[in-house]
């Protein structure tokens, strides 16, 4: 019953674990996490995709069908999730699609898992971002020591 919060997307409640638990909604990334601490405690091969202006999952081939059905491409991903519209499938081409939208180059690493490290370093990013827009210089200079005490460089 998660979804996307297209209402306030910018909002840096979107951001926060207990609030997006309690509403239902949350943006992008936050969804994503949830998803993924699930899928790990059901041990299934989920990780975060760190796509521009947006946060994916790509569900990982960990028993190797696609070379039993001859569609291996060499990625691994069986396919891509998109926790923000309520988990919604999709392929390769889409992200394709979105990059050119974008009018983005298609570089590997908008396919692939991303690390930990990147979803914190996106996750105090989109803080800041918040808290800029809200006009709450302060909140963004804490944000800001946060990241260089985790010594996260900025995107």
Do not use: W
């Not at 990334?29 to 041990?43: E, P, S, T």
């Amino acid at each position: 019953q998660f979804q996307g919060n297209k209402n306030n997307f910018h909002a840096p409640q979107n951001n926060y674990i207990n609030v997006v638990l309690d509403s239902h909604t949350g943006n992008p990334l936050l969804l994503a996490v949830i998803y993924v601490v699930i899928a790990r405690m059901l041990n299934l091969p989920i990780y975060g995709v760190n796509l521009p202006n947006h946060f994916v999952l790509a569900y990982m081939d960990k028993n190797n069908l696609l070379k039993l059905v001859g569609e291996d491409d060499g990625s691994n991903i069986l396919f891509y999730i998109n926790p923000f519209s309520r988990g919604t499938i999709f392929q390769r081409k889409e992200i394709d699609d979105f990059l050119e939208q974008l009018n983005l180059p298609k570089h590997e690493q908008f396919y692939e898992p991303c690390s930990n490290i990147d979803i914190v370093n996106r996750m105090i990013t989109n803080l800041i971002n918040s808290y800029e827009k809200l006009g709450y210089p302060d909140k963004v200079a804490e944000l800001e020591l946060v990241r260089k005490s985790l010594q996260i460089s900025e995107e």
